[in-house]
């Protein structure tokens, strides 16, 4: 009879009284490290090899997966990923890194004493590293923070996944807490509802204001999945801050992938059916995504932008993300403080000050 053991990382080891500490991991979906066809592959590879995310038979799908696609495509993404790079970086890397550092300055400024780590569900930096680091550096409490407002299966659970395969292989672990989402929070829809205002005080307004939110096969909805509902309750709230009509909004879904049937409608085919029936103007937001990235600054901006034009429309405005729009931060600091509640987080107020101080030079230097 022999005695399975489990694989247990190294880890430090335990101290008696040791301090409690708490973080906050802000977790995103990921991005290659370049914008060229081996990074674009490795990425691809793990993105779409997570079963969370295309669900068909195993064996079925890796060998569509690595016999076909990643043959074929990572050279056609890379071209897409080179049209949005920055000189820094990959913008869905740079925005959540700021966003990260900001929320950090504005917790510091409420006296919270919390440490704040974004890490990517694929490729760097990696959720286990992060949570690596944070063990490390003795923390006790982590709070995970997805950067998506509505949950699916195949984002939210997936990062949850991600955690969970961390915690097998530890042994003394922190206390986890999970933010779900927050597709209805009044906080975030303000936020969303406040950008539109600003661009139609700088731009003026639109004949119909597109929602397009990121697709998944519509057979996950009947599954159970809640991605559809809250995705259709975020727009009306939003629409309702804004005061439209049913007729001066749509809800589509973009970055349908193969051939089965996804939530519909569909962003690119609804606004070729618009720019054909006479419609001369439409601004586009994308209300799941909080930073912008390759399916908002590319798909939205310069394929639907092009496909819109090309059917008859005249005029075609894309609403930037979220990204670090201080009503965003605010907001997110605002849901972030309602889980830490019954943490012991705040410092005492001969040290919120100075925490303030670092934390204003810290948001200072995150905007530049």
């Excluded at 500490?21 to 674009?40: H, K, M, Q, S, W």
């Excluded at 063990?135 to 997936?158: C, E, M, N």
């Excluded at 798909?299 to 609403?319: C, D, P, T, V």
Aim: aromatic share 10%; with cysteine.
């Amino acid at each position: 009879m022999s005695l399975l053991i489990t694989p247990f990382s190294k880890e430090p080891p335990f101290t008696h009284g040791q301090t409690p500490r708490t973080a906050v991991l802000y977790c995103n979906l990921g991005t290659p490290d370049e914008p060229t066809p081996p990074a674009v592959r490795r990425f691809l590879a793990e993105f779409l090899g997570d079963p969370r995310v295309v669900e068909i038979p195993r064996l079925l799908w890796l060998m569509i997966l690595h016999g076909i696609i990643l043959r074929v495509r990572p050279a056609k993404s890379a071209a897409k990923y080179a049209t949005v790079w920055l000189p820094e970086g990959s913008p869905l890397k740079i925005w959540t890194e700021k966003q990260a550092k900001l929320l950090q300055g504005w917790l510091a400024q409420r006296g919270h004493d919390v440490q704040v780590r974004y890490a990517m569900r694929y490729g760097s930096t990696s959720i286990a590293s992060q949570l690596d680091a944070l063990k490390a550096a003795g923390t006790t409490r982590v709070l995970i923070l997805p950067a998506y407002p509505q949950y699916s299966a195949t984002t939210t659970a997936s990062l949850f996944d991600a955690v969970y395969q961390w915690a097998g292989k530890v042994r003394n672990l922190p206390e986890f807490r999970f933010i779900n989402h927050y597709h209805d929070d009044a906080r975030y829809i303000a936020a969303l509802a406040g950008t539109v205002q600003r661009y139609w005080q700088a731009h003026g307004r639109p004949d119909v204001l597109v929602m397009s939110f990121h697709g998944v096969p519509e057979r996950t909805l009947h599954l159970g999945d809640p991605y559809h509902c809250e995705c259709f309750k975020t727009a009306r709230l939003v629409a309702e801050q804004l005061d439209l009509s049913k007729a001066q909004f749509k809800v589509t879904f973009q970055s349908r992938l193969g051939r089965a049937k996804w939530l519909e409608p569909y962003t690119e085919p609804t606004l070729i059916v618009m720019g054909k029936s006479g419609v001369k103007r439409v601004d586009v937001i994308c209300p799941a995504f909080t930073s912008d990235c390759l399916e908002t600054l590319e798909e939205i901006n310069q394929e639907a932008r092009e496909a819109f034009l090309h059917a008859g429309g005249k005029e075609f405005h894309y609403i930037p993300c979220l990204n670090d729009d201080p009503a965003w931060i605010t907001a997110l600091a605002d849901l972030t403080a309602q889980h830490l509640q019954g943490w012991p987080t705040q410092v005492a107020p001969d040290a919120t000050a100075l925490a303030a101080s670092q934390a204003a030079a810290l948001a200072l230097g995150a905007k530049r």
